[in-house]
Every structure is written in C-alpha cells, then in structure tokens.
T-cell receptor
Framework: AQSVSQHNHHVILSEAASLELGCNYS??????LFWYVQYPGQHLQLLLK??????LVKGIKGFEAEFIKSKFSFNLRKPSVQWSDTAEYFC????????????FGTGTRLQVFP | GAVVSQHPSWVICKSGTSVKIECRSL??????MFWYRQFPKQSLMLMAT?????????EQGVEKDKFLINHASLTLSTLTVTSAHPEDSSFYIC????????????FGPGTRLTVT
C-alpha cells in the first residue's frame, strides 16, 4: 500500500533559521505530491504541488519543495522562517490507483520563536 | 475563492445518539466531497468519497451504516454519525473538489466531535 512518511514530528526554530521538512513516499510510479499547511485554528491550505516538469516547485509564502524521484522524496524548504510560519505541515501523495484519494503523512509541527 | 465551511465546529453528544455534520462549498460547485478523520498527532485518514447524486464510496474498514453520507447538492454534503460511541470522538474534516480543477481539494476547518 502507498504510504507517506514525515520524519520530523516536531521542529522548533528561531526566526530567520532555514527550514527543511522531510517527506518520503512509497510508490514507484507516477505520483502527484502536495504540501499542505494548517495554521492554528484554521483549515488545511495548499502550499504547493508537483505534478510533472521542473522538480523544484515554488509555492506560496516563500516555500519550495524538491521532488527527487530516485529518493522518493519531496522535502519542503524555506530559507528563512518567520514566527507566522508556526503551523502543522502535511505532505500528501495522490494515489495512482484512485485519482480521488490523497494519502497524508502524519504531519510535522513547526514552532518558530521570535 | 474556494471556501469550504463545516458546521458545527464542535459538538458534544451522548453515547447512543446521532450527530450530523455539514460540509458546504460556499463559492464553488463541488461534484465530489471527501470526509476525513484525524486522530490526535496522526494523519488524516480518508473515510469516504461523496459524489453528488450518488452513493458514497467508503474506504475499507469504515462502517457505512454508522457513518451515513449524503451529498444532495453541488454545495452540500453531510456526515451523520449514528449511535455514537466514545471511540467515535475525533476530528472530522471535509474537503471539496472544484469542478474543473480536477486534482485540487479545498478543506473545511473541521468538526471536533466528543462523545460522552
């Protein structure tokens, strides 16, 4: 079965530090990959997505992610975090067998301190 | 655009009773809506896919007679938890897929259900 692993469960950073959140998936075929963010008390929002083409994807709020097919990875990065980036981050992959089904990782809680 | 609402945001009910959760797409039409369940510190697990005007498709292990889903219009889907038990306490999140944007799902804020 397809799965998504997020290795960092809780990350604590100071403002201006660089961020990289790991995401690995278990499927060797064509995938669509997503990063969602959930700010405290708010709904899930799409940060960025990868369907095809340039493996370096830029999203909103200065986030980017790189799809590395050989490593089955789709890590999220931001060069300089802000306090407002404090949130829960979820990586997700769209099932190749079910075009509707999104498979989510367990999430990474990011806390940024001023 | 692409706003999804859920009502209620928080509900407490007694064991054995039923509770209905609504999911609405406020500014777009959604032929497909999805219901997820999220346990603390865990991932979102898809429960079922709801298509307007037809029966929902449930994921393996989800009791369709316990979690009744109705998608009567292009902007409304409901999830009814019947004969609720304390183990049904969870965070329920819906999402909606905008017609014409085939791969994007827009998420509601979630509903916290507590069964006492």
């Amino acid at each position: 079965a397809q799965s998504v692993s997020q290795h960092n469960h809780h990350v604590i950073l100071s403002e201006a530090a660089s961020l990289e959140l790991g995401c690995n998936y278990s499927y060797g075929g064509t995938v669509n990959l997503f990063w969602y963010v959930q700010y405290p008390g708010q709904h899930l929002q799409l940060l960025l997505k990868y369907f095809s083409g340039d493996p370096l994807v830029k999203g909103i709020k200065g986030f980017e992610a790189e799809f590395i097919k050989s490593k089955f990875s789709f890590n999220l990065r931001k060069p300089s975090v802000q306090w407002s980036d404090t949130a829960e981050y979820f990586c997700a992959v769209k099932s190749a067998y079910n075009t509707d089904k999104l498979i989510f990782g367990t999430g990474t809680r990011l806390q940024v301190f001023p | 655009g692409a706003v999804v609402s859920q009502h209620p945001s928080w509900v407490i009910c007694k064991s054995g009773t039923s509770v209905k959760i609504e999911c609405r797409s406020l500014d777009f039409q959604a032929t497909t809506m999805f219901w997820y369940r999220q346990f603390p510190k865990q991932s979102l697990m898809l429960m079922a896919t709801s298509n307007e005007g037809s029966k929902a498709t449930y994921e393996q292990g989800v009791e369709k007679d316990k979690f009744l889903i109705n998608h009567a219009s292009l902007t409304l889907s409901t999830l009814t938890v019947t004969s609720a038990h304390p183990e049904d306490s969870s965070f329920y999140i819906c999402s909606a897929r905008w017609v014409g944007r085939s791969y994007e799902q827009y998420f509601g804020p979630g509903t916290r259900l507590t069964v006492t």
